[in-house]
């Protein structure tokens, strides 16, 4: 019976179809809820889809508690699946509908709860494969990556701080802080560039090229770390196939040679 | 006879080259068509282009129905041809012209028509070689870059709710629903930054400031993806080449066997 | 003689050096004019610079027609010197000077005419060997960016064209034609996104979303294209210098293997 | 008791981390500093942290002056230790606090000074191994890299001139000077895109178009230049693993030899 109900949770490719279609039906109506000519007009329907959802989701977490102590991945332990990371999300996509039955709470708390809805997003990795290459990449980059983005940060907190200086008197409001600074460094070495910060005396014009300049590295940086990460991940594919395939065989004695 | 016919449609390069030239006066006219000062004035020339295009395209596109069953790619039959994309699009680039006639038509209907022969341009596509090295390209990558798409958009979901929680009091125009704040998302992931919509408050800012440098790896990725792919082609271009010259040969009786 | 002048004018490190520093004041110049606080007092210096350069820029001309007929890389021949790019170049920056001493000229003409002193930054180009590296970087992936930025134009083309029928009746003074059209996907395409133009209906941005999107591969594409290319580079430099050394020797009897 | 206070600077990792705290623990109050519902009334908390800090960095300037003398990275020499990078840094980070104390100094003086406390963040290279990988790809890259942004320096010459002369009408205080226009030529280039300067004739987008284009070109050099130096380096690293490996036999004697 139990591993029945295992194979059918982690197996059975119709209801895995079946949770992924309420997680994306989830996501769009939470996207549709913000509309408030839908809201109030159909509000009941959204609501049903949280009631229907929150149950179907209830009951999966608890089976999957249930089977914990078979599987394997778990190390057979129902504890283990607790406080695995996919345990914590299935726990943290249900929790905020029950809280506010239970405690007297203030609105305002109701509605982060209710945004926790979101991570039931994150339960769509729960089978991926194909999420596997992506994220090797990021694992292979992550010390190179990392640095960078140091390197970037040194360099956001130097160029914010120098404009805060140069900047500050012509446009006091736009640059009051070094904090206000640093919206204009991030919108500024990313290229994004919205256009409600820039430099207007000369001396912060001149800087503010260096840095966009600069910022150019800053872009290329992760692309190149991230490009070599690819062609890595590549190689090692063909290399692996290769590497059973070339020997050559005499066609006159038969002797198989290794190249 | 009809040999001959299909020997001009597919192999004559003056034929090929007259089609391209009147698809790109087509374009040209379409362009020029959006100016008022241009369409009053001279509205007959673009109705002459017009009319002079449509006969030739529709001589041309029952010419190959005609000649379908003998060509070997659409299989010798004519239904393959009427059902493949390019026979479609051939379809797609007179019809517009015909329905009119034939139907009364509401104004509107008639000005989605027009646009309609914008799809003229896909008529370049027929013959071209050169593009298919970058059709290549996206062909191979096309897993990697789905999930890289995916992942973005996921990733875009998750900001625009944030921000839409986050920003919604502070400026409720600007994100107003779910919608309005996914517009936000996309230009600043992208980079884009029109500077219409954009975080006033700390806590917006803050936010949007670590999306943006997420979003540097979001760009990261697809470039990572297709440059490795780019030399990949080169590669195997080189590998072909070489492979006429990897001889072995054999230590026992000295036969040279090619690989 | 002739030949001592060759040397002097190709060879002479100091003249060459001299050429090249007369060419950055020149810029230099051109740029400072610009501004009307400096052009008034200081305008007699700029005239001196100006009058001095094109005398020693005429005289260079003149030399380098003369020793033409000694000078291999112009085959010896000075017509060939008269009409290959540099010598040109080299007219092309002293005649702005003359033109308007012999005719009378109407001040737009000459304005233009000034312009051209611009030309003078390509005598640059003149002994440079470093910038040969990107030229070849860019002659190898000459057909595949120029599809990809044909590619690029026909979904320019197309962005622009819906954009107009879509936009063109919300905002008909930024849409008013598919050229206002094709400056907004030139700015979202390339990601520049000055913020001047953006549509503003739910359709529009739709369209702008996918647009937007896909403009991500379109800077991927010659990112990738040239990234392997500049990858190719290194390896034939490794290769070549590879070739010579791997070979080893047998310290017992001598025999050397090529590896 | 002098190799006792050497390995204490420079190998004792508690020590290390406990100046790096120090450091970051400076750029946060410089940051917040520069709120000024912060500064007013907490000042004294500041103050206090610079007087502890300079005490602090003063001490340790001292003792590596001191220990210099048996430093074999810095030969052994206390003049080398004085003015290698990390000595006049380190000297640079406490001076700007000694010299209002000594000399009267003018307030804008003093407000330069009290900014070059920033240079303190240069500290935390002084032990940084992991920089070193991204050191070592700009350093291999520095010929190309320059190369590239020379070129793109004459792009930003020509195309902001030519934006001078055929914007500076129009547009006569966005486009007063070349300097103006360098300034729309840098945020285009880059794909920044501010929004403050764009081009409103047909001829300037034209021109703003053709240059975005090129532009992207730009951005792909440097990107394309630093993911063949990080894909070079990836290769090195497998390169000596496999060094190993590649043994030769000589035909001759049966000697195996090492390459």
Not at 142 to 149: G, H, Q, R, V
Not at 198 to 209: E, Q
Request: with cysteine; proline share 3%.
């Amino acid at each position: 019976m139990k591993r029945k109900t295992y194979n059918f949770l982690y197996r059975n490719k119709r209801f895995v179809k079946f949770i992924y279609g309420l997680i994306v039906l989830n996501i769009v109506a939470l996207v549709l809820e913000s509309y408030k000519e839908l809201r109030e007009p159909y509000g009941f329907i959204f609501d049903a889809i949280e009631v229907v959802s929150v149950i179907i989701f209830t009951v999966e977490y608890f089976l999957r508690i249930w089977v914990a102590d078979i599987n394997k991945r778990m190390k057979k332990s129902r504890f283990v699946f607790l406080v695995s990371p996919m345990g914590i999300i299935d726990l943290l996509a249900i929790l905020p509908f029950y809280l506010p039955l239970i405690f007297t709470m203030d609105l305002r708390v109701v509605r982060i709860l209710r945004l926790l809805r979101l991570l039931r997003i994150f339960k769509l990795g729960r089978y991926s494969k194909s999420l596997k290459s992506i994220r090797s990449v990021f694992k292979e980059t992550k010390a190179d990556l990392s640095i960078a983005f140091f390197v970037g940060f040194i360099l956001m907190i130097l160029s914010s701080t120098l404009m805060y200086y140069i900047e500050g008197e012509a446009q006091p409001e736009k640059f009051a802080t070094i904090g206000h600074s640093f919206w204009w460094a991030i919108a500024t070495l990313t290229t994004v560039g919205y256009g409600d910060v820039y430099p207007i005396t000369a001396m912060g014009k001149l800087l503010s090229a260096v840095i966009t300049l600069i910022g150019i590295g800053f872009i290329a940086l992760p692309t190149g770390i991230i490009s070599s990460a690819f062609i890595e991940k590549i190689k090692r594919k063909k290399r692996k196939r290769k590497r059973r395939k070339i020997t050559c065989t005499c066609p006159n004695c038969g002797t198989t040679i290794k190249v």
